[in-house]
């Protein structure tokens, strides 16, 4: 912000000049963009679906299911970057979200697999003679698609209206979070919720009256959930340039100064909350029929931990830093629970101590300290 005076009167009146908006992405950034799109849309496909399988060019179908599980696990971790890197709240409870949206899609599938007029098969062995009022749109892929927005949103939005209106933040914010994902998880464990119980849903057939388990579908879902993870990124790229994101950054900041000076941070912190729940919400509809099976562990306190620990090992308050976190600690975890799974969880919690102590900023910020390490020097030579 530029600080100048003109006279007015005889009187000298300061006169500030707010910067201008600065554009969406940098050249390099809009490159990298592309580059992207191209391999998610493109390169991907054509490996996966033309180049012979011993080739060691192919793209297998496991590693498809992998990295199409991975990029809904970095949608989340963006989603949790919106909340904790520029509005400063911690949520341990996003997989709550997570797998509301996943248990809408889970639905929809159920219904597919078993017929317009039969009930699940869960249901069956449970010897019940109708749907519960709750699935009653279960049928439709277009409510079905509305639902996974409304769904994790209704509960964010009544949820994040109690606790911010409370002015409930910091530890107290985070362990409520935790307590709600937990129950919740118990509620679904219950048969008799009509959810599956502690199987959930599974054995997956149809999408769209179309088979799920062929190779084209599952590179489509693949396509798709690339095409979503680039659009969110652009999304939430664009809200934090804008004047609401540099409010969300004021309050994270310093929330007191921002209402002295005449800002409610109620609806902004609902808002990016709300947001934040719907993102995760599609990232668990777009989860499930990749991975063939939701259930109540989805749930868990750990589920949410690990989203908030993708965020902190990539780089809160980067957007590029989560993602790049949910890639490097899920493919870790992807080799390590092969070659020595007794020494996982272990793996995990060290990994989130070290980058509390020796990377606050993440890989992100360590790639960046060196670059401008790199360019400092190149600028010394020169001199």
């Not at 849903?201 to 149809?206: G, S, V």
Request: net charge positive.
């Amino acid at each position: 912000m530029n600080a100048s005076t003109t006279l007015k009167s005889n009187v000298f009146v300061p006169v500030l000049t707010l910067p201008g908006r600065k554009p969406l992405l940098t050249k390099a950034g809009w490159s990298a963009f592309m580059v992207a799109l191209i391999v998610v849309c493109a390169l991907a496909p054509v490996l996966n679906l033309w180049v012979a399988e011993g080739s060691v060019f192919h793209l297998s179908d496991y590693a498809v299911r992998l990295l199409g599980k991975i990029m809904c696990y970095a949608i989340c971790a963006l989603a949790m970057d919106l909340i904790w890197g520029y509005t400063g709240i911690l949520s341990l409870g996003h997989g709550l979200f997570f797998a509301l949206g996943g248990y809408v899609m889970g639905m929809y599938l159920s219904r597919q697999s078993a017929g317009a007029d039969e009930l699940p098969a869960f249901m069956v062995f449970l010897a019940w003679k109708e749907l519960p009022w709750f699935w009653a749109l279960s049928d439709s892929f277009l409510a079905t698609f509305i639902l996974i927005f409304a769904v994790p949103g209704v509960v964010a939005f009544v949820f994040g209206w109690f606790a911010f209106r409370s002015r409930i933040k910091g530890v107290y914010f985070s362990i409520i979070t935790q307590a709600l994902t937990y129950a919740a998880m118990l509620l679904f464990f219950r048969n008799e919720t009509g959810f599956g119980g502690n199987n959930g849903f599974t054995d997956f057939k149809r999408i769209l009256g179309m088979p799920l388990a062929t190779q084209e579908m599952r590179m489509a879902l693949f396509v798709i959930t690339g095409c979503t993870l680039l659009g969110f990124f652009l999304l939430a790229r664009w809200l934090v340039r804008s004047k609401f994101g540099r409010v969300l950054q004021a309050v994270r900041d310093a929330e007191t100064r921002v209402m002295f000076s005449g800002y409610s941070p109620l609806p902004y912190k609902l808002t990016i909350w709300v947001i934040s729940a719907m993102m995760c919400g599609v990232a668990g509809a777009l989860y499930v029929p990749q991975v063939g099976i939701i259930n109540p562990v989805e749930m868990s306190a750990a589920s949410s931990i690990e989203i908030a620990v993708w965020t902190a090992v990539g780089g809160r308050g980067t957007l590029v830093g989560p993602i790049v976190g949910a890639f490097a600690v899920n493919g870790a975890k992807s080799w390590l629970t092969v070659a020595a799974p007794e020494f996982w969880l272990y793996f995990l919690g060290g990994l989130f101590i070290v980058v509390t102590l020796f990377m606050p900023h993440g890989i992100v910020g360590v790639v960046r300290k060196l670059r401008s390490k790199l360019q400092g020097n190149k600028k010394a030579g020169v001199a």
